[in-house]
């Protein structure tokens, strides 16, 4: 009685399945296994290969005219088909030149960059674990959201990598000072690092609630044009908005 309870909660638990997202699960793991082996090469060269692997899969298939989608035979049940999978040997040499080192103080991991664990996954089947590794495919013009079938919205992505960029090289004023330009008007001259980034993003600043022009910025100095309505008491707030993540507020005396 028992037996038959245990073997009707197995067949409960058990799930229909693709084989492109077993494949693609399984390519996952092989390669984690394989940065893993990358990186324990640099100090302890390998002295074993890996030789090669099969799986035996016993499953009942079913197609519904569009999809063809597999279920694991239960242990005793009969009539299942048997799928063979046989991975290859590699070598120490092979892992080492066909492995993309992981781990590196400047690649930034897709986990980390605040996107959801969906989108993740459907990056890690296209081998894209990292920003270098994002970065690499735009570069061969490979349209991402077309090759997962819209389901990654790149415009979401790449301002979430924009965002994870500014997190790792936020702004720094280091001095602000008031100045005269050639026409004796009088200007903020702000000085800094990774004040802004990108070109396409012109910096906007308000001066107590006022709007103020930005004659010149780069990514060490700012040059705020001053007016009238900007100088109306001792002690100002400056607010600097650098880009679409970045926000600076201060107090500045005039």
């Not at 009707?8 to 984690?32: G, I, P, Q, R, T």
């Not at 897709?110 to 296209?126: H, S």
């Not at 705020?224 to 900007?230: C, E, F, G, S």
Request: aromatic content about 6%.
């Amino acid at each position: 009685m028992l037996k038959n309870i245990q073997h009707l909660k197995m067949a409960n638990d058990n799930k229909y399945w693709n084989l492109e997202d077993f494949v693609d699960s399984l390519v996952v793991e092989l390669d984690k296994t394989r940065e893993t082996l990358a990186i324990k090469a640099i100090n302890k060269p390998l002295t074993y290969t890996v030789k090669d692997l099969a799986i035996d899969l016993n499953i009942f298939p079913t197609f519904d005219g569009d999809q063809i989608r597999f279920i694991t035979a239960q242990p005793g049940q009969e009539g299942a088909s048997k799928v063979n999978i046989q991975l290859g040997s590699i070598t120490d040499q092979q892992v080492r030149a066909t492995t993309k080192m992981s781990g590196l103080k400047n690649d930034t991991k897709i986990e980390e960059i605040g996107i959801d664990t969906k989108t993740q996954k459907k990056l890690r089947k296209l081998g894209v674990s990292s920003v270098d590794d994002l970065q690499a495919v735009e570069k061969k013009q490979v349209d991402i959201q077309r090759a997962t079938d819209n389901e990654i919205d790149y415009k979401t992505l790449a301002n979430q990598i924009q965002k994870s960029r500014r997190n790792q090289t936020p702004p720094k004023v280091t001095a602000v000072s008031l100045s005269l330009d050639e026409d004796k008007r009088p200007y903020l001259h702000v000085r800094g690092e990774n004040l802004t980034l990108d070109k396409q993003y012109a910096p906007v600043t308000v001066i107590n609630n006022t709007l103020a022009e930005v004659m010149e910025f780069s990514a060490n100095e700012l040059k705020i044009l001053l007016n009238k309505d900007h100088i109306t008491q001792q002690e100002s707030e400056l607010i600097m908005t650098f880009d679409p993540y970045t926000l600076v507020k201060m107090n500045i005396r005039l």
